[in-house]
Structure formats: C-alpha cells, structure tokens
C-alpha cells in the first residue's frame, strides 16, 4: 500500500486481497502471496520487494506501472549467487538500498544470512553469513554467522548495516533475539544489543538489553498487496 503522508490518505499500489499469487505483469494486475520487505530508490520509480513465500524479489516499476520478478524462482527454495534471474532464496525478508552503491541489502531469513543485489549489473552474492549455517559470532566478516536475520537499517553515511535477528531454540541453543552490526569498511560484526530471548524484555545499556523477539512489519502480508 502507499501512504501519502501530506495528504494522510492510503491507497494500494499494487497486488490486491484476492486471489492471491504470483502473477507479473500491469501493477493492477499483479498478484503477491505474502509481501515482506521493501526498498525504493531515490526517486521512488523503483521499488523492489521481498515476497517471502514464494522465495522471490519483485521488481515494481512505479512509472511504467509494472510488476516482474526480478530475483529468484516461485516455490523454489535455494541459496545460489549470480545473476538475478539464476539466484536462489529462502524465505526473503527484509530488504534496504543502499543508494551509494545502488545496492539492495536482502535479509534471507530461512538461509541465516545477507545478500545483496547489485542493481546496475543484476547479481545476487552473499554479503553476511554462510547459508545454512546459524550462528551468533561476531568477529571478523568471513567468520561471523547470524540466525534468523529479519530486519536491516543501514546509517545514513550507508557504513554501517544494522540487522535484527530473532531466532527460536531449534535454530540457536537458548534463541537468539539481537541487534547486530556489519561495518561495511571494516568488514567486522559485533553485536550491539540483545542475545538469548527473555520475558519481559529488558531495557538499560545496549550491552545488558535484552529482547523478547526482534520483529519489523514493513508491509500488508495479510492481503497480499505491496506497501
């Protein structure tokens, strides 16, 4: 859906309630399945989105009023880098653009890691983590692991990317609930708040905060329809 804040009015963009599904195509006629994250250039005449059901990146252009997939295959699950069209996923979420580098950052939840597309050339490549394989080591970027990546930010002088992790038991002994910190020039990740889960949370130094879940909903999921 869009929000026009000047004019507090909301209207959909693209995708509608029913049927859903993965239909490219005219933005009236597009269909999503569930919608997840999403990330525009500067100028909002693109806009890219994660569909996370169906394994996908969608490519909205805004000006020619069109819908394709841009990046991975419907109903296939997968963790290849390369060429958009040949990438893989595993449940997408979160996405941010890095309008310096005319980079999409893409938290792949199912695979525990960060990938980005490199726009101007269309490849996919593992940026954080190593697919499959969930951690929470900090340290240097070839080392570290992540589990459950779900939300990103990244600073406005676009060095640091912030990713937030939420990850139950099964995945990392005890969970993982966390802020975690990629510099980009540096090429570290440390982690700036949170670790096991706790209820209630707890509020105080990031060092000593701790998170029930780390959860961000940039989208209407529930009817199918892009933000």
């Not at 059901?53 to 490519?59: D, P």
Request: charged fraction near 20%; aromatic fraction near 4%.
């Amino acid at each position: 859906r869009r929000i026009d804040l000047s004019a507090l009015a909301v209207s959909t963009l693209a995708g509608s309630k029913d049927p859903e599904g993965t239909i490219d195509g005219a933005m009236t006629d597009a269909r999503f399945v569930s919608p997840d994250g999403l990330a525009a250039n500067a100028d909002g005449s693109v806009v890219f989105v994660s569909d996370a059901v169906t394994h996908t990146i969608r490519r909205i252009d805004t000006v020619g009023k069109t819908v394709a997939t841009y990046a991975g295959a419907v109903g296939i699950e997968g963790a290849t880098d390369g060429p958009a069209k040949d990438a893989r996923f595993l449940e997408p979420s979160a996405l941010v653009w890095d309008t310096t580098k005319n980079r999409v950052y893409v938290a792949d939840s199912g695979n525990h890691v960060v990938r980005a597309i490199d726009v101007a050339t269309s490849t996919v490549s593992t940026v954080l983590g190593v697919a499959g394989s969930a951690g929470t080591v900090d340290g240097a970027l070839a080392d570290a692991r992540i589990a459950g990546p779900i939300a990103l930010s990244l600073d406005p002088a676009a060095q640091i990317l912030y990713v937030a992790e939420s990850a139950p038991n099964a995945v990392v002994t005890g969970g993982h609930a966390a802020i975690r910190a990629l510099d980009l020039t540096a090429r570290t990740v440390r982690t700036v708040a949170g670790g096991p889960p706790v209820t209630p949370p707890v509020d105080g130094p990031a060092a000593t905060a701790r998170f029930t879940s780390c959860l961000l909903y940039t989208s209407d999921a529930a009817d199918e329809r892009s933000s």
